[in-house]
């Protein structure tokens, strides 16, 4: 359904996307995790035909980007990380004009948007500038889907909307994965990964890893230990300075640390005790996907 092969794009002496390859599948909801600046939305603009590539190619269901991307325009739909659209216009509004845009009405295909528009349809007569940030989101995911698009590109939808918001937009994103729809989803929420069938961890313009969740869990193969104790301020200088202790990170309220050998947690504890920290507690635990894409090479 879409394949990318060896994309690469540069701007100036910027390299935001180095020889990326990957296919999704029909039906497939595909993720693509990364931080701000890995190169996603670089991506995402390149899969929609609204940037050119300087290597490489992408088909849409068959069609190139490059020669065929007008007809692309007709069956994908496309919700860019910002708010795109007219604030001004009512949430009613707005949803006829892309429907008209599409060549369709907002009752042929109803049937598609209707458990997600249900949601907003008491405030279609709101202008959307003045909507809530999971309601923008409801909205424009109606007006994304509203011509019956076969691959939906979602650039970090959830980001900045609040966790019930989010849970419910990826609840309608399984309801229409169920409709047969592929959708290609960007999101630098770690979390968000496990809801989809395969994910892509993408670091500097690179993919560093594409299979399911749990495999990319289940190949981690580092020793992984989580360290609590009080003055968690010092705590993570400190115990990167154990010579036991190979990497270390904040996690919360804990430190995920990687240490040699997990018969060495007694010789950390007595390191951290002689550096004061008293109540200091390690135990051994198994990674998630942040785990796995901070200690990824």
Not at 33 to 46: C, H
Not at 204 to 217: A, E, S
């Amino acid at each position: 359904m879409v394949k990318v092969s060896n994309i690469s794009k540069s701007f100036k002496d910027v390299l935001a996307l180095d020889n990326v390859t990957f296919a999704a599948n029909q039906g497939e909801l595909y993720g693509i995790i990364g931080p701000d600046g890995a190169g996603k939305t670089t991506l995402f603009r390149i899969m929609t035909t609204l940037t050119i590539p300087d290597n490489g190619t992408v088909y849409i269901n068959n069609r190139s980007i490059i020669k065929d991307y007008m007809e692309i325009r007709k069956h994908i739909g496309y919700m860019p990380g910002k708010f795109a659209l007219y604030q001004d216009l009512t949430v009613e509004e707005n949803l006829n004009f892309f429907a008209s845009v599409f060549d369709t009405d907002v009752n042929e295909n109803y049937d598609l948007i209707k458990g997600i528009y249900s949601h907003i349809a008491p405030f279609k007569k709101r202008k959307a500038g003045n909507l809530s940030g999971g309601m923008k989101q409801k909205l424009a995911l109606s007006c994304a889907l509203i011509h019956k698009p076969e691959v939906l590109f979602l650039d970090e939808p959830t980001t900045g909307v609040d966790p019930v918001s989010r849970k419910e937009f990826w609840d309608m994103l399984a309801g229409l994965k169920q409709m047969g729809i592929t959708i290609i989803v960007s999101t630098p929420y770690m979390d968000e990964a496990s809801r989809c069938d395969r994910i892509a961890l993408i670091k500097n313009g690179k993919f560093l890893h594409v299979d399911t969740p749990d495999n990319i869990i289940a190949a981690f193969n580092k020793n992984l230990i989580a360290v609590t104790a009080s003055g968690m301020k010092t705590l993570l200088n400190d115990i990167r300075k154990c010579n036991h202790i190979t990497s270390a990170f904040a996690f919360g309220s804990e430190i995920h640390a990687l240490i040699d050998d997990y018969n060495n947690i007694g010789n950390v504890l007595s390191y951290l005790n002689t550096m004061k920290y008293r109540d200091a507690e390690i135990k051994i635990i198994s990674p998630n996907i942040e785990d796995c894409f901070i200690w990824s090479k």
